[in-house]
C-alpha cells in the first residue's frame, strides 16, 4: 500500500486542485502523494499545517511542561486541546473572556478542541445514553451533566478553536455488534445535529465515523457522516484496544471511503510505528498523549519507534546525548547521564527535557514524512522507520 | 545605616583598587559605595558576577523547573549546587566525568557549591559530632557516612564549582551559648583545615563566621576565620530561627568585622525585603530555595515583598498579568486566570512559568540595587521597595 508512483484514483483531481471548505479562511490541498500516503496544506486563520502532522496535545489548555515559545521552537504547527476538561475547569466563560484559547493559553497557531465525546464516555463514573444526549458525573465533583451535540457545539464556539470536532460516540471495535451499530446510529445523528447546531463561519467543523472495525458498520458510517457533509472527517473508535491488523485493514478501507479531497484526522496515536502505518494508508493529522506522558514517567522516543527508560542503572555514566542525530534542546545540550539524574531525582526539569525530545521526535517524524512523499520516496522513509524501530529500545 | 552619600572608611581604600585573590582567574573590586550598601564585581574564570547579586539554588544539579538557557535569559550570573546532595546522589565521580558541574547541569557560568555542612546538620537523622568531622546517615538510603574538612573540599574539588565553601558547622542563634561557642571553635578548626586540604588554586574558597547573634561570639569567630585567611567571607547561621533585629544587628557587626575588599556572603535569604535589609549592610551575595519553591505551591511574589496566592477564587477571571511592571516571560505572555487555572490544575506548566517570574523578581531587585548603589540614590530605592512590600500581597 505504500508503493511509490502508484496514484491514487479516487478524488484525485479534484484533490491537486484545492478543495473547496465552507468554513471561512480555510482551504485543503493535497499536494503530492506517494501510494496513499498523501502532502497536504490546510489554511486556517491562524496559520498554516503542512501535513502528515503530528499535533501535540494540551488537555487541559497547556501541553504538559512545554511552553507555548517552546511549541513553535519544535515546529509544532497545531495544538490540540480537551473541550470536556475546560467545561469544567476553568470554564467556557474565563475561556471566551480571554477571547478563546488562542488568548487563554498563548498558543497563537492553529487550535483543534475534541467534542468531549471520548472523556464522556471514556472516564470513570455512572453514564446514561439519552436521545438527545450523554449523562455523567464529572470527574472534577461527581455533579452530573448532560451533554448533547448543541451543548458540544456552544462549549467549542466559546473556546474558539479553529478546528472543532462534531459529538460523537466512541465505541471500541470490542464492543458487541448491536452495541457498536446503536453507536453508528447515534454518531450520525448527532454528527446531523452538530452541523445544524454550529454557527461560526470560522471554525472548520470536523465529522467523525465510527463503526469499530466491522467492514460492514464503517461502511455504512461512512456513507452516513459524508452524506451529512463535513469539510474534514475523523476516524474515530480506533487504536482502543482492538488489534492491530484490523485497525490498519479499517484504516484502509477509510481511505476508499473517504471523499480524496478532504483533510483525515486519525484520533490518538502516538507511536512513530504506528504513525507511519496509518500515514500510509491516507491519513493527515494524528494526536497523542503519548510523548508527554511517556516524558513524565522518564521515557524517552526514539525516533524510529524504540524507547529509552531512563531509569536504567545503564545510564548512570552515559555521556552521549539521548540521539545524536536528534536536533532538540535536550539532546543539544545535555547528556543521557544527567537526564538519568533528573528523573530519577524526579527533577521537574526531566519531565521538562524529555518532554521537548519526544515531541520533536514525532513533529519532525511528520515533517519528514512529508519530504519523503513530496520527493516519491515514502516507501524508503517508511522502512527506514521499520529499521530504526526494531534496532532501538 | 542606608544614608547615601556615608562613605564606609574601613578598608574602602583597598577595596576600590580591586583586592588581589589567591584564587587564580579571581578578583573582587568594590566599585561604589552608598552607605555601607556596595556594588562590586567578581571576576570568575567562567565570567563576570556584578553584585549586589542572587544566586538561584540549583541543589541537586537543576534549578527547580527552569532550564540553563532559561536562567542566562533571566539574567542569572551565579548558580549554587548542592555538595550534600550531589555527592549522593548522582555521586561525585559522575559528576567529574562530566568535567565537573558546568558540564554536568550545562551552566557555563560561575557556579558557588555549598559545603554541605548545612545539610548534615538540618537534615534528619542521628548525628555524632567527631573531633575529626560529623558522622550523620544519609538522607537517600539511611547510610553512615562522615564529612570532614577534608572530605568536603575534596568533593567540591571534584565537583568543580568556581567557588567553594568552608565546612562549617551552621549553628542557629537559639542555641545556648556552650553549644554556640563549641560551634564557633569548630567552624575555626574546620576552616584552616580546610584552607591547608584545598589545592584547585582555579576555586575560590569562602571562609564561614559563625556565632549565632552573640555579639562576644560572633567577634570571636570573625577574628578567627580572618586570621585564617579566605577570599571571601559568608555569614552563617542567621536567617535560622533568630529574631529579625537580631539577625540585622548581626549583620551590622559583620560589616564593621570583616574586611571591606572581600565579597561577603549572606546565605539563605530569599524575601526581597529581606534581601534589601542586609544589602544595605554591606552584603553582596544572597541565594534561597524560596523563590522556586514558593513558585511550585502556586504563590508568586512581587517585586516590592507582596506574594500573590494564585489559588485565591480572586484570580480565577483576573485578564491583568502578574505583574504590569515586570518583564519577565510569564509577565509578558500569561494573565493571572490562566496561572491559577495551571497551578489549580496541577499543571507543571505553571510552576515552571511562577519559577522563572519569582527568579526575576529577585535578580532584578539585586540588579536594580546595583544601579541604585552607583547612583548614589540606594536609600531612595530601599523605601521603594519598603513601599511596595507593604502594598503588596
Chains 1, 2 share one sequence.
Not at 498563548?106 to 471520548?118: E, K, M, N, Q
Not at 476516524?235 to 484490523?246: I, Y
Not at 543539544?332 to 526531566?350: A, D
Amino acid at each position: 500500500m505504500t508503493d511509490a508512483g502508484v496514484e491514487q484514483t479516487a478524488g484525485g483531481a479534484e484533490a491537486s486542485a484545492g478543495a473547496p471548505m465552507t468554513a471561512k479562511g480555510f482551504a485543503f490541498t493535497v499536494e503530492a502523494r506517494d501510494g496513499a500516503a498523501r502532502a497536504g496544506r490546510l489554511v486556517t486563520p491562524h496559520g498554516v499545517v503542512e501535513t502528515p502532522c503530528f499535533m501535540p496535545v494540551g488537555t487541559k489548555a497547556s501541553v504538559k511542561a512545554v511552553q507555548p515559545r517552546e511549541l513553535r521552537e519544535l515546529g509544532a504547527q497545531i495544538v490540540l486541546a480537551n473541550t470536556y476538561h475546560l467545561y469544567f475547569r476553568p470554564g467556557t466563560e474565563i475561556v471566551a473572556a480571554h477571547g478563546g484559547l488562542h488568548g487563554f493559553m498563548r498558543w497563537d497557531g492553529p487550535i483543534l478542541t475534541d467534542s468531549g465525546g471520548f472523556q464522556v464516555f471514556s472516564l470513570e463514573g455512572t453514564r446514561v445514553m439519552r436521545d438527545d444526549g450523554v449523562e455523567f458525573s464529572s470527574v472534577y465533583d461527581g455533579s452530573r451533566h448532560v451533554f448533547t451535540p448543541e451543548l458540544a457545539m456552544h462549549i467549542q464556539e466559546e473556546l474558539g478553536a479553529d478546528v472543532i470536532m462534531a459529538f460523537d460516540q466512541c465505541a471500541p471495535g470490542t464492543l458487541a455488534l448491536p452495541e457498536l451499530e446503536a453507536a453508528v446510529e447515534r454518531t450520525t445523528r448527532w454528527a446531523a445535529a452538530c452541523k445544524a447546531a454550529h454557527t461560526r463561519p470560522d471554525q472548520l467543523l470536523v465529522g467523525i465515523v465510527q463503526g469499530g472495525v466491522d467492514e460492514d458498520l464503517r461502511r455504512r458510517s461512512a456513507a452516513e457522516i459524508t452524506g451529512v457533509g463535513f469539510d474534514a472527517y475523523a476516524m474515530g473508535g480506533l487504536s482502543v484496544g482492538e488489534r492491530g491488523d484490523e485497525m490498519l485493514a479499517t484504516v484502509e478501507l477509510m481511505d476508499e471511503l473517504l471523499p480524496a479531497d478532504r483533510l483525515r484526522y486519525f484520533m490518538g496515536i502516538g507511536d512513530p510505528v504506528g504513525i507511519v502505518d496509518v500515514m500510509a494508508r491516507g491519513v493527515d493529522v494524528f494526536d497523542c498523549v503519548l510523548p508527554t506522558r511517556m516524558a513524565r514517567t522518564g521515557t524517552a522516543m526514539l525516533r524510529g519507534g524504540g524507547r529509552l527508560n531512563l531509569r536504567n542503572a545503564r545510564f548512570a555514566a552515559d555521556l552521549s546525548p539521548l540521539e545524536a542525530d536528534c536536533d532538540c534542546y535536550t539532546c543539544r545540550t545535555f547528556t543521557r547521564s544527567y537526564l538519568r539524574h533528573l528523573v530519577t531525582q524526579k527533577e521537574i526539569l526531566g519531565a521538562q527535557l524529555l518532554s521537548l525530545h519526544n515531541l520533536r521526535v514525532l513533529l519532525r517524524l511528520t515533517s519528514d514524512a512529508r519530504s519523503a512523499i513530496r520527493a516519491g520516496r515514502f516507501a524508503e522513509f517508511v522502512s527506514n522507520v521499520a529499521e530504526r524501530g526494531s534496532a532501538g529500545g
